[in-house]
């Protein structure tokens, strides 16, 4: 006889456990022999020791499994506590395109021809540049692009970053420090995360900086290796900032940069260094441009009405 504690790392124990435990009771139907204890985010076994070696390696495949679909099922914890299967790839042909199993299995895939188009590019180039209209999905995809790259082990990190550029309002009239500034511009980043990430991982991520969200300023001196970076909104950045953050590029990374080239906030002086990228870049091998239209439009079917009517005025 003997005693072993197991500690769920970064997983929401109610989403793995199931509703009124039903996955603990079904474990525990699979490990007669055993006595399982569950408190939070610690399972305490008692019992024989070959035994709970068994348990501990079939349940680590478990939560290897929960980590990288976001759920698990009924059938799942018994093909892998009861018969030591691995159903890792045996996912129906029709998700071979999914690119993150989000939060509670949200299947997180690209949607339109150009955001299957930027998962293509990103695969062959190491840069990519995303240019389109609001809702088009190109920071959303961005984002599941390096979330799938941190969680296959191609990159170590995420950077994303965007310029605190005032549309409109004023920094200085905000609330709080700087951060506190700036955490707003920077709100679709952490949004898309939260699709993507279990909470406790997200915050672990965010806390080791294995996950680094920050405004542009921060990213000058900086070499960005072994990441995948992208820089968001970058209509607004000018040709000199564009430049500092595109020659950050260190060894093994990938960056996409996002705009959108009709709502340009920088005050009238100042020309946006997307617009001079898209002329000065478009040749070099391993740089790509995307460009998304009104037809990669997901949000509410008015969105696209409201971007068309912008566009036809603007002729």
Same mark, same amino acid.
């Given at each position: 006889?003997?005693?072993?504690? &197991?500690?769920?790392?970064?997983?929401?124990?109610?989403?793995?456990?199931?509703? *009124?435990?039903?996955?603990?009771?079904?474990?525990?139907?699979?490990?007669?022999?055993?006595?399982?204890?569950?408190?939070?985010?610690?399972?305490?076994?008692?019992?024989?020791?070959?035994?709970? +070696?068994?348990?501990?390696?079939?349940?680590?495949?478990?939560?290897?499994?929960?980590?990288?679909? #976001?759920?698990?099922?009924?059938?799942?914890?018994?093909?892998? /506590?009861?018969?030591?299967?691995?159903?890792?790839?045996?996912?129906?042909?029709?998700?071979?395109?999914?690119?993150?199993?989000?939060? +509670?299995?949200?299947?997180?895939?690209?949607?339109?021809? =150009? @955001?299957?188009?930027?998962?293509?590019?990103?695969? @062959?180039?190491? /840069? $990519?540049? *995303?240019?389109?209209?609001?809702?088009? #999905?190109?920071?959303?995809?961005?984002?599941?692009?390096?979330?799938? *790259?941190?969680?296959?082990?191609?990159?170590?990190?995420?950077?994303?970053?965007?310029?605190?550029?005032?549309?409109?309002?004023?920094?200085?009239?905000?609330?709080?420090?700087?951060?506190?500034? %700036?955490?707003?511009?920077?709100?679709?980043?952490?949004?898309?995360?939260?699709? /993507? %990430?279990?909470? @406790?991982?997200?915050?672990?991520? $965010?806390?080791?900086?294995?996950?680094? &969200? *920050?405004?542009?300023?921060?990213?000058?001196?900086?070499? %960005?290796?072994?990441?995948?970076?992208?820089?968001?909104?970058? @209509? =607004?950045?000018?040709?000199?900032?564009?430049? /500092?953050?595109?020659?950050?590029?260190?060894?093994?990374?990938?960056?996409?940069?996002?705009?959108?080239?009709?709502?340009?906030?920088?005050?009238?002086?100042?020309?946006?260094?997307?617009?001079?990228?898209? +002329? &000065?870049?478009?040749?070099?091998?391993?740089?790509?441009?995307?460009?998304?239209?009104?037809?990669?439009?997901?949000? +509410?079917?008015?969105?696209?009405?409201?971007?068309?009517?912008?566009?036809?005025?603007?002729?």
């Amino acid at each position: 006889m003997g005693e072993s504690i &197991i500690q769920l790392d970064l997983l929401n124990p109610v989403e793995f456990y199931g509703p *009124a435990d039903k996955y603990v009771n079904q474990i525990k139907a699979i490990f007669p022999k055993l006595k399982i204890i569950v408190r939070g985010n610690l399972i305490k076994l008692i019992g024989d020791q070959e035994e709970m +070696h068994v348990f501990e390696k079939r349940f680590n495949l478990l939560q290897v499994y929960f980590d990288r679909f #976001g759920k698990v099922t009924e059938e799942v914890v018994f093909q892998i /506590m009861a018969r030591d299967e691995k159903p890792f790839d045996q996912k129906p042909n029709e998700q071979g395109d999914v690119l993150v199993y989000g939060r +509670h299995g949200k299947l997180i895939k690209a949607k339109t021809l =150009n @955001q299957k188009k930027m998962v293509e590019s990103i695969d @062959q180039n190491d /840069m $990519l540049f *995303a240019i389109g209209p609001a809702g088009t #999905g190109k920071t959303y995809t961005a984002v599941a692009l390096a979330v799938r *790259a941190l969680k296959n082990k191609e990159v170590r990190r995420i950077i994303l970053t965007r310029p605190a550029v005032e549309a409109g309002e004023s920094l200085g009239f905000l609330p709080g420090d700087m951060k506190d500034k %700036l955490d707003p511009y920077l709100q679709p980043l952490y949004d898309a995360l939260r699709d /993507m %990430l279990p909470t @406790q991982k997200l915050l672990s991520y $965010l806390e080791d900086e294995t996950i680094e &969200i *920050a405004p542009l300023a921060y990213m000058r001196g900086r070499t %960005l290796g072994n990441v995948f970076a992208i820089l968001d909104e970058a @209509q =607004n950045v000018s040709e000199s900032q564009l430049k /500092m953050f595109l020659t950050r590029m260190g060894k093994a990374s990938k960056f996409i940069i996002t705009g959108d080239v009709t709502q340009i906030d920088l005050p009238q002086h100042k020309s946006s260094g997307l617009l001079q990228a898209q +002329h &000065i870049l478009k040749n070099i091998k391993g740089i790509d441009f995307v460009y998304l239209t009104d037809k990669d439009i997901i949000r +509410h079917k008015l969105v696209t009405r409201i971007v068309n009517a912008y566009q036809k005025n603007s002729r």
